[in-house]
């Protein structure tokens, strides 16, 4: 149990143009989601925490407008890369956490296997 | 507030050998305290937590983890090193905070085992 995907694993795009990365939590029901970057050999990095029905809500300095994030169900998280540029590239990672029931810990965070995001 | 200071950026360790990955923390709130494991170019795995109950905290791949609030610490430990292992391990807290419940993440140990 706790499995979440992400799509795609990676992604290589043009600058200016625009990246969506999705989140899915695959069998449980995801209250929570948080979005999280990570540059090569350093720590991950909270940029948003998203609820189901509701606005993102951003890490300081964390562009609103350039990030997007849409909640729009229980098992489904998207970040948009709009007008991406090189400074972009990064490898983004999603955790997601539940609502309790079973197996599942409202305390721990279950994370994606991560997509790596390269802009030329 | 909350915050982790992993001590040490890289170990090394022959196989075979003990490892031990130094971590202490700071909370203002009783934590919850995680390790988990990155392979190069992959997602985090959870290796074990701590959420208040045992002290000693055993995992997967025969990692174990002793919470000791006297020192603020967690350290993670495994008995005989495989190559297997060699990976970067994050220490991570959470604390309830109100409604809200983040992880704080530590800047990572790489761990190189040596043939």
């Known amino acids: 149990g706790a499995v979440v995907s992400q799509h795609p694993s990676w992604v290589i795009c043009k600058s200016g143009t625009s990246v969506k990365i999705e989140c899915r939590s695959l069998d449980f029901q995801a209250t929570t989601m948080f979005w999280y970057r990570q540059f090569p050999k350093q720590s991950l990095m909270l940029m948003a925490t998203s609820n189901e029905g509701s606005k993102a809500t951003y890490e300081q300095g964390v562009e609103k407008d350039k990030f997007l994030i849409n909640h729009a169900s229980l098992t489904l998280s998207t970040l948009t890369v709009t007008s991406a540029h090189p400074e972009d590239s990064s490898f983004y990672i999603c955790s997601a956490r539940g609502g309790g029931g079973g197996a599942i810990r409202t305390d721990t965070q279950y994370f994606g296997p991560g997509t790596r995001l390269t802009v030329l | 507030a909350q915050s982790v200071t992993q001590l040490d950026s890289h170990v090394s360790v022959s196989e075979g050998t003990p490892v031990l990955l130094r971590c202490n923390y700071s909370s203002s709130y009783s934590p919850s305290l995680f390790w988990y494991v990155q392979h190069p170019n992959k997602g985090l795995q959870l290796l074990l937590k701590y959420t208040s109950a045992a002290t000693l905290v055993k995992g997967i791949n025969g990692f174990e983890a002793e919470f000791k609030k006297s020192e603020t610490s967690f350290h993670l430990t495994k008995p005989s090193a495989h190559m297997s292992d060699a990976a970067e391990y994050f220490c991570?807290?959470?604390?309830?905070?109100?409604?809200?419940?983040?992880?704080?993440f530590g800047s990572g140990t790489q761990l190189t085992v040596l043939p």
């Open positions: 991570v807290v959470s604390s309830l905070s109100g409604s809200a419940r983040q992880l704080t």
